[in-house]
């Protein structure tokens, strides 16, 4: 404390020296405060970017990382208006809005894009605070900023990504869509005329012949199957979601009461936990994802296999669905392309054939709500395969 501002009690007559002991003990804490906020300031200095201006908005103080950001020295900006930083991407109606707060003594929060002398961007999320004096009129606001650039060049990266991303997806619906249409009507002709020339021509064929006909028959009508499974899949893109409160539970029962006569042949037995939550979902779309996962459980059993589990855990706001089985299992490099569009782990032969793509169909439905799925699994020792729907 500085001794030289105390008022020396011997100085004093002693009538006067109760009210200079009052005097001095003030002029201690009111030097304690100054110090206290000496060091608040120098703290927020380390942290911020700090302005002050007086009511009409000019400025009258400019932190060191004021004049960092914004490449102006404090003599520049000193009695200039923030209007020297002001970048154009922002509307008028903006600004309108933050002087209306602040000059109404309230205080204005947001994000800011500036400009540095050089012309450059950069953003700020800033508060301002009106500043009023002891008598209650206003002295000026304070800017407190903090330097978010790095944050917003992500965001905005991210955001363009996403766009592109259901640009092009939109666009591959669209193509598959187009192609798949076009592409049923000849090959419906390529299977009519096969069909036509086995019925009209067969005497004057041999058994090769014939066989080769029943085989360019069977090849078409694989291909429209692949064909109309694209268009399918193109559809689940491209139609809204018909969401609604749905008891996970009911839909796999359901799922499973459909697949029954499947179930009954293999001899399997699907056991569906009984505290499965509801969710939010499309019920039609949702109860596909259980019917290719419990079909495939079944399907991809081993010899002694056929035990399934529908369960779930997590948050039950949040909830990871899971369908496991004791079948075949899948290696791990085959992880991620499983959920390939036409990919197989199997020829036509075994466990029963098909197209390979119910876990596209799976993981498209998914991720159309915004959800996630995957597969935990080892070769010979069942599979789980995991899903959210949010
Ligand atoms: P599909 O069953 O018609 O072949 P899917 O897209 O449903 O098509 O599955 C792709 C491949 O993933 C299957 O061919 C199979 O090899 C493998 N697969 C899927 N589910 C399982 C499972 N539960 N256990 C073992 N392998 C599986």
Sequence with gaps: MPTGLLISMSTIPPNQSIATKTLNEALERSEKALHELKIQKLALDHHAIVSMTD????????????????????????????????????????????????????????????????????????TIVPLPELDGKLQGYISIRTDITKRKLLEEQNLFAMKELECSNRELDAF???????????????????????????????????????????????????????????????TKLDLSPVNIGDLARETCNALQAAIDEAGAQVEVAADLPDVVCDPVLAGQIFQNLIANAIKYRGRDSGQVEVGWDGDPWRPVFHVRDDGIGIREKDFKSIFRIFKRLHGQDKYGGGLGAGLTFARKIVEHHGGRIWVESQSSEGSIFYFTLS
């Excluded at 003599?75 to 002001?86: F, V």
């Excluded at 592409?183 to 014939?210: M, T, V, W």
């Design 55 to 126: 009511p009409q908005g000019r400025i009258t103080y400019a932190n060191e990382r004021f004049c960092a950001i914004t490449k102006y020295s404090q003599r520049e900006l000193i009695g200039k208006d923030h209007c020297i930083i002001n970048s154009g991407h922002h509307s008028k109606e903006f600004f309108l809005d933050l002087w209306r707060t602040i000059t109404s003594g309230k205080v204005w929060q947001g994000e800011i894009c500036n400009r540095t002398k050089d012309g450059k961007q950069y953003w700020v999320q800033s």
């Design 176 to 238: 598959a869509y187009i192609a798949s249409h076009d592409l049923k009507e000849p090959l419906r002709g390529i299977h009519n005329y096969s069909q036509f020339l086995l019925e009209d021509y067969s005497a004057l064929l041999d058994d090769e012949g014939c066989d080769k006909l029943e085989t360019l028959k069977r090849l078409a009508q694989r291909m429209d199957d692949l064909i109309g499974t694209l268009l399918r899949f193109s559809r689940v893109g491209r």
